[in-house]
């Protein structure tokens, strides 16, 4: 598995800004640098990719830096990456560069850097530029693009160009704490690169008072106008630094109308002329002009800054002198948004000799190509604003050293005196077509003059090798192709004449970006799942979505899903309940991202359960249940507490959806809350309030026994937590109230000391565990004898039975003895049942159907008979009701009756009225109907219905039914009528004849 060790270097920076290109640097064998300007605007970061391109999948690298630097280590010198820097700001995130390197290919292109170097050090001579460079060295090993019908020329290999290598590796001054020694190899080495007559200062020796500042004392007029980047990426608190830097520039010059003038035009998006040459005459106006000159801000167009130098700073009006030379210092810290190579090759073929000093991100590839020859002396680039002052010292000795050189020389007036342009002119009209992510087609006019081929260069802003199309000499179009998207390309179209090749035509374009993904729409489908979806976007071979969660606001670290290009609709799964989640969607184009689209959304939250409810309540306890918000809760958290918020307590439930919970308190409302407990965590509590009930009293107190001086009382428990009973009892008549208090467990007690005839109080309450006594229950006794029972009642008769109930004596009976007699037999004896003296009721069986009784219930004392209540009850019928005959044929006869309540069954009997032959059957208590069959055709039978009760049968109910007639003979008529309780039919035959 690949490892990557990563190291960030921040760099001490008052702001991001700006926008520029990515710059690799190899550090080491497997230690590589990436440097990139950073984005305008305010930024919350940056996020770098490094992936490896293989066809097995390998660990990619995701970090992320507030800086516009980064250092990977651990890369593999022969593994191509993909580097991509992203731009993240609040949820979004936006492509700034990317690029495809091996660490061989770096190395490589850094040794044909240094060997170019050398040789055209050697090769070019001294003085001004022109600001075309001879790069046949430099497009040795580019690849050429051929189109299929190409016009040759064996000159094309010698054709001339200037763009910049694939990769730059500025020369930079060292930082503070590098050694000096290097700083004066430096200097010395330039020094040697270009002899001047600069008088040299004294070197300080130790011990010695310090040296005179240096002061430039040529007699030598010159113009020198400073171009200062002013746009937002510089920053307030390095335009100051930016100020002092100038000011240190000014004071060594002699100035004044017959030496040195300096102007100065500050430039953004549009440039802005701060003071012209001839604007001040004397060194302390021109210092006092630069420490006040404000901050403009904006983007970096130095194209446009540098043409206005030469069609505004350059008129005779602005104080420029024809016959002295023209010195342009430009100063910027980022890539130009325009032109800029363009305009420089203008003003250097009008003579101005250009010196670019860089900063901090500024693209020195760029520079290089904007400043005049040699560029080793007049590019220069520093890590950051506070090192511009260790340059001061060293601008100025070079600065000095070539007005001196060049004071007696004339520089070309702005105008095309000896343009090159009017012997090989250059095409025009540059446009472009066809644009998309991928390709361009460029159209242009071809010149009036005949040209052999056609040179197309072009490469991306973000440091790729150059690459050329060469085309015949009446082409006038050309569509470039497998262009990476989304971004700046610098073109060049070069006419390659006979004998020479003419300037280029140049423009920049930048390509669209990949196709994104659209109207994406992210939804929760439940506590851990969300649904993405959007429109496919053409072309793209895969998506890739990362997402994480939003923790205040801040993005967590993401994670990455890809999916295949047919997929539309995906879930992401395992998310945290109730939490927003940024997703941020990339359509990938092999292994190109397209711009990101990103939204927000919230998982719903864990279900919590949908009521709850107290079904059963208590003074101790009180049962809690609840409907569950989802099927698959594992368990569930019951809280509860009085309303005061103390004594919190917790029950932990699994598998049930309810719960009893015990030791309460009597009369106390409690808060209860229930949540639902997934693995996931807890969901919202739902909530109710109950008050518990008061604590019950004992119930049916009662006297059972008195005998001698002690009375036995009971009583049924109020609550199984009873804890005691407290007894007590006092005379009514006068004396000691007397008390008793016996176990919770117990259910009756002893009173002692009791004396005859005297009525007692006796009252009894149930102490509880929380300190809570319930109400006292209370009766009367009376030791008195002689009262007899009251209120006789009879309820509840049946055929038979009766239950028979009483009011007792307010006095202790033995017993009831209780007779009853039945009032309708002629003949019937009494019967007695003998009754508890703590019973009130009694139940009477055995009795006759139908048969009204007398009840008599006398009391029975400890030394003699009471008094005595009566009553008289019924029982009720056996009697069956509305028999009839249903059916009958000559061999059957069916009959029906209503049924009778609290029976055993029927019998019902079917007699021949003629013969006296009978037959008998028993039916269930639920039959209402039953059939005879088998009998003699046209005979008269009686037909009985007797209802049967334990041994008891109920009366007889008949009917009189003949079966039907045989076959020819008449018909017979009946009519119906009661005789003794039974149906008797009057049967008349009439006289006919059978024909």
């Given at each position: 598995?690949?490892?990557?060790l990563?190291?960030?270097?921040?760099?001490?920076?008052?702001?991001?800004?700006?926008?520029g290109?990515?710059?690799?640097t190899?550090?080491?064998?497997?230690?590589?640098?990436?440097?990139w300007?950073?984005?305008?605007?305010?930024?919350?970061?940056?996020?770098?990719?490094?992936?490896?391109i293989?066809?097995?999948?390998?660990?990619?690298?995701?970090?992320?830096?507030?800086r516009g630097?980064?250092?990977?280590a651990?890369l593999?010198?022969?593994?191509?990456?993909?580097?991509q820097?992203?731009?993240?700001?609040?949820?979004?995130?936006?492509?700034?560069?990317k690029?495809?390197?091996?660490?061989?290919?770096?190395?490589d292109?850094?040794?044909?850097?240094?060997?170019?170097r050398?040789?055209?050090k050697?090769?070019?001579?001294?003085?001004?530029?022109?600001?075309?460079?001879?790069?046949?060295?430099?497009?040795?090993?580019?690849p050429?693009?051929?189109?299929?019908?190409?016009?040759?020329?064996?000159?094309a290999a010698?054709?001339?160009?200037?763009?910049?290598?694939?990769?730059?590796?500025?020369?930079?001054?060292p930082?503070e704490?590098?050694n000096?020694?290097?700083q004066?190899?430096?200097?010395?080495?330039?020094?040697?690169?270009?002899?001047?007559?600069?008088?040299t200062p004294?070197?300080?020796?130790t011990?010695?008072?310090?040296?005179?500042?240096?002061?430039?004392?040529?007699?030598a007029?010159?113009?020198?106008?400073?171009?200062?980047?002013?746009?937002?990426?510089i920053?307030?608190?390095?335009f100051?630094r930016?100020?002092?830097?100038?000011?240190?520039?000014?004071?060594?010059?002699?100035i004044?109308?017959d030496h040195?003038?300096?102007g100065?035009?500050?430039?953004?998006?549009?440039?802005?002329?701060e003071?012209?040459?001839?604007?001040?005459?004397?060194?302390?106006?021109?210092?006092e002009a630069v420490?006040?000159?404000?901050?403009?801000g904006?983007n970096?167009?130095?194209?446009?800054?540098?043409?206005h130098?030469?069609?505004?700073?350059m008129?005779?009006?602005?104080?420029a002198?024809?016959?002295?030379?023209f010195?342009l210092?430009?100063?910027?810290d980022?890539?130009?948004?325009?032109?800029?190579?363009?305009a420089?090759?203008?003003l250097?073929?009008?003579?101005?000799?250009?010196?670019?000093?860089?900063?901090?991100?500024?693209?020195?590839a760029?520079?290089?190509?904007?400043?005049?020859?040699?560029v080793?002396?007049?590019?220069?680039?520093?890590?950051?604003?506070p090192?511009?002052?260790?340059?001061?010292?060293?601008?100025?000795?070079?600065l000095c050293g070539?007005?001196?050189?060049r004071?007696?020389?004339?520089?070309?007036?702005?105008?095309?005196?000896?343009?090159?342009?009017?012997?090989?002119?250059?095409?025009s009209?540059?446009?472009f077509?066809?644009l998309?992510?991928r390709?361009v087609?460029?159209?242009w006019?071809?010149p009036?003059?005949?040209?052999?081929?056609?040179?197309?260069v072009?490469?991306?802003?973000?440091g790729q090798?150059?690459?050329?199309?060469?085309?015949?000499?009446s082409?006038?179009?050309?569509?470039?192709?497998?262009?990476s998207?989304?971004?700046l390309?610098?073109?060049?179209?070069?006419?390659?004449?006979?004998n020479?090749v003419g300037?280029?035509?140049?423009?920049?374009?930048?390509?669209?970006?990949?196709?994104?993904?659209?109207?994406?729409?992210?939804t929760?489908?439940s506590?851990?799942?969300?649904?993405?979806?959007?429109?496919?976007a053409?072309?793209?071979?895969?998506y890739?979505?990362l997402?994480s969660?939003?923790?205040?606001?801040?993005?967590?670290?993401?994670?990455?899903?890809?999916?295949?290009?047919?997929?539309?609709?995906v879930?992401l799964?395992?998310?945290?309940?109730?939490?927003d989640?940024?997703?941020t969607?990339y359509?990938l184009?092999?292994?190109?991202?397209?711009?990101p689209?990103?939204?927000?959304?919230a998982?719903f939250p864990?279900?919590p359960?949908?009521?709850?409810?107290?079904?059963?309540?208590?003074?101790?306890?009180?049962?809690?249940?609840?409907?569950?918000?989802?099927?698959?809760v594992p368990?569930h958290?019951?809280?509860?507490?009085?309303n005061?918020?103390s004594?919190?307590?917790?029950?932990?439930?699994?598998g049930?959806?309810?719960?009893?919970?015990?030791n309460?308190?009597?009369?106390?409302?409690?808060?209860?809350?229930?949540?639902?407990k997934?693995?996931?965590?807890?969901s919202a509590?739902?909530?109710s309030n109950?008050?518990?009930?008061?604590?019950?009293?004992?119930?049916?107190?009662?006297?059972?026994?008195?005998?001698?001086?002690d009375?036995?009382?009971?009583?049924q428990a109020?609550?199984?937590?009873?804890?005691s009973?407290?007894?007590?009892?006092?005379?009514?008549s006068?004396?000691?109230?007397?008390?008793?208090?016996?176990?919770?467990?117990?259910?009756?007690?002893?009173l002692?000391?009791?004396?005859?005839d005297?009525?007692y109080?006796?009252?009894?309450?149930?102490l509880?565990?929380?300190?809570?006594?319930?109400?006292?229950?209370?009766?009367?006794?009376?030791?008195?004898?002689?009262?007899?029972?009251?209120?006789?009642?009879v309820t509840?008769?049946?055929?038979?039975?009766m239950?028979?109930?009483?009011?007792?004596?307010?006095?202790?009976?033995?017993?009831?003895r209780?007779?009853?007699?039945?009032?309708?037999?002629?003949?019937?004896?009494?019967?007695?049942v003998?009754?508890p003296?703590?019973?009130?009721?009694?139940?009477?069986?055995?009795?006759?159907?139908d048969?009204?009784?007398s009840?008599?219930?006398?009391?029975?004392?400890?030394?003699?008979?009471?008094?005595s209540?009566?009553?008289q009850?019924?029982?009720?019928?056996?009697?069956?009701?509305?028999?009839?005959v249903?059916?009958?044929?000559?061999?059957?006869?069916c009959?029906?009756w209503r049924?009778?309540?609290?029976?055993?069954?029927?019998?019902?009997v079917?007699?021949?009225?003629?013969?006296?032959?009978?037959?008998?059957?028993?039916v269930?208590?639920?039959?209402?109907?039953?059939?005879?069959?088998g009998?003699?055709?046209e005979?008269l039978?009686?037909?009985?219905?007797?209802?049967?009760l334990?041994?008891?049968?109920?009366?007889a109910?008949?009917?009189l039914?003949?079966?039907?007639?045989?076959?020819a003979?008449?018909?017979i008529?009946?009519r119906?009528?009661?005789?003794h309780?039974?149906?008797?039919p009057?049967?008349?035959?009439?006289n006919?004849i059978?024909?």
């Amino acid at each position: 598995m690949l490892c990557f060790l990563l190291s960030v270097f921040l760099l001490l920076s008052p702001g991001v800004y700006g926008q520029g290109r990515l710059k690799l640097t190899v550090l080491s064998e497997d230690r590589l640098q990436m440097k990139w300007k950073e984005a305008d605007g305010p930024v919350q970061g940056y996020k770098v990719r490094v992936k490896p391109i293989s066809e097995v999948p390998q660990p990619e690298l995701m970090l992320t830096t507030t800086r516009g630097r980064a250092t990977v280590a651990g890369l593999d010198s022969s593994q191509e990456y993909a580097l991509q820097v992203l731009v993240l700001n609040g949820t979004t995130e936006r492509l700034l560069a990317k690029r495809r390197f091996t660490m061989e290919g770096l190395r490589d292109e850094e040794m044909i850097r240094s060997g170019s170097r050398e040789q055209k050090k050697k090769m070019l001579p001294g003085g001004s530029g022109s600001g075309d460079l001879d790069v046949t060295e430099a497009l040795i090993g580019l690849p050429t693009v051929l189109y299929p019908d190409p016009t040759t020329n064996p000159a094309a290999a010698a054709i001339p160009t200037t763009e910049p290598p694939a990769i730059e590796t500025p020369s930079q001054l060292p930082d503070e704490g590098e050694n000096k020694e290097e700083q004066g190899t430096t200097q010395g080495k330039a020094a040697k690169e270009k002899p001047r007559k600069t008088p040299t200062p004294t070197q300080p020796v130790t011990g010695m008072s310090p040296r005179k500042p240096f002061e430039c004392e040529t007699d030598a007029a010159a113009d020198i106008v400073l171009l200062v980047d002013g746009s937002w990426s510089i920053g307030r608190t390095n335009f100051r630094r930016v100020r002092d830097f100038l000011e240190g520039l000014m004071t060594p010059f002699n100035i004044g109308p017959d030496h040195i003038q300096i102007g100065l035009t500050q430039y953004s998006g549009d440039p802005r002329t701060e003071w012209h040459l001839n604007n001040f005459t004397t060194k302390e106006q021109l210092l006092e002009a630069v420490r006040n000159f404000r901050y403009k801000g904006g983007n970096t167009f130095t194209g446009q800054a540098l043409l206005h130098v030469m069609e505004e700073n350059m008129r005779p009006e602005a104080g420029a002198r024809s016959a002295t030379p023209f010195f342009l210092v430009l100063l910027t810290d980022g890539k130009s948004q325009d032109d800029a190579i363009a305009a420089a090759d203008r003003l250097k073929n009008a003579g101005v000799e250009i010196i670019a000093v860089g900063v901090k991100n500024a693209d020195e590839a760029e520079l290089r190509q904007v400043a005049s020859e040699p560029v080793d002396l007049n590019v220069y680039n520093v890590n950051d604003f506070p090192l511009l002052s260790k340059l001061v010292s060293r601008l100025v000795h070079i600065l000095c050293g070539r007005i001196e050189d060049r004071g007696i020389s004339k520089r070309m007036e702005p105008g095309p005196t000896v343009d090159p342009a009017l012997s090989y002119p250059s095409p025009s009209d540059l446009r472009f077509s066809q644009l998309g992510s991928r390709e361009v087609k460029l159209h242009w006019t071809n010149p009036a003059e005949a040209v052999q081929q056609f040179r197309v260069v072009y490469h991306s802003a973000e440091g790729q090798r150059p690459q050329e199309v060469v085309l015949g000499g009446s082409e006038s179009t050309v569509l470039l192709e497998g262009l990476s998207s989304q971004t700046l390309y610098h073109v060049s179209i070069f006419p390659v004449y006979e004998n020479n090749v003419g300037l280029a035509l140049r423009g920049t374009v930048t390509t669209l970006p990949l196709a994104t993904p659209a109207n994406l729409e992210v939804t929760p489908s439940s506590y851990s799942t969300l649904q993405v979806s959007w429109g496919a976007a053409p072309g793209a071979t895969q998506y890739m979505i990362l997402y994480s969660a939003l923790s205040h606001g801040e993005p967590d670290d993401a994670k990455e899903e890809k999916f295949s290009a047919e997929q539309t609709v995906v879930e992401l799964t395992g998310l945290l309940p109730a939490t927003d989640y940024s997703v941020t969607l990339y359509a990938l184009y092999e292994d190109d991202p397209s711009d990101p689209v990103t939204a927000v959304a919230a998982t719903f939250p864990l279900p919590p359960p949908m009521s709850v409810e107290f079904p059963m309540v208590t003074h101790s306890m009180l049962k809690v249940s609840w409907v569950p918000g989802a099927g698959d809760v594992p368990s569930h958290r019951v809280t509860y507490s009085t309303n005061h918020g103390s004594d919190i307590k917790q029950v932990e439930v699994t598998g049930l959806n309810s719960v009893v919970v015990q030791n309460l308190s009597s009369l106390s409302r409690y808060l209860v809350s229930v949540q639902s407990k997934y693995p996931q965590g807890l969901s919202a509590a739902l909530t109710s309030n109950v008050t518990t009930l008061k604590v019950p009293s004992p119930s049916d107190l009662r006297v059972t026994n008195f005998s001698d001086s002690d009375i036995t009382v009971r009583w049924q428990a109020g609550a199984d937590d009873v804890v005691s009973y407290l007894i007590k009892w006092i005379s009514l008549s006068g004396g000691d109230l007397r008390q008793l208090r016996v176990s919770g467990e117990s259910e009756g007690a002893i009173l002692e000391g009791v004396e005859d005839d005297k009525e007692y109080q006796i009252s009894l309450s149930a102490l509880y565990g929380d300190g809570a006594q319930s109400e006292a229950v209370a009766i009367r006794y009376s030791t008195l004898s002689g009262g007899g029972p009251s209120s006789i009642s009879v309820t509840e008769e049946t055929a038979v039975s009766m239950v028979v109930s009483w009011v007792p004596p307010n006095a202790h009976v033995l017993k009831y003895r209780v007779t009853y007699t039945a009032l309708t037999a002629p003949e019937s004896q009494d019967s007695t049942v003998l009754v508890p003296g703590d019973e009130k009721r009694v139940v009477l069986e055995s009795l006759q159907p139908d048969t009204r009784y007398s009840i008599l219930v006398t009391a029975e004392y400890r030394n003699r008979e009471g008094g005595s209540g009566s009553a008289q009850g019924k029982t009720t019928s056996l009697r069956v009701s509305s028999v009839s005959v249903v059916r009958s044929d000559q061999s059957s006869i069916c009959v029906s009756w209503r049924p009778v309540s609290a029976v055993d069954g029927y019998r019902i009997v079917i007699q021949s009225v003629k013969d006296k032959q009978t037959k008998e059957e028993a039916v269930a208590e639920s039959s209402s109907s039953h059939c005879f069959t088998g009998l003699e055709p046209e005979t008269l039978y009686r037909i009985s219905v007797h209802s049967l009760l334990g041994s008891a049968e109920g009366a007889a109910v008949s009917i009189l039914h003949p079966t039907a007639t045989a076959p020819a003979r008449l018909p017979i008529h009946r009519r119906m009528y009661p005789i003794h309780n039974e149906v008797c039919p009057e049967v008349t035959i009439r006289n006919s004849i059978v024909k």
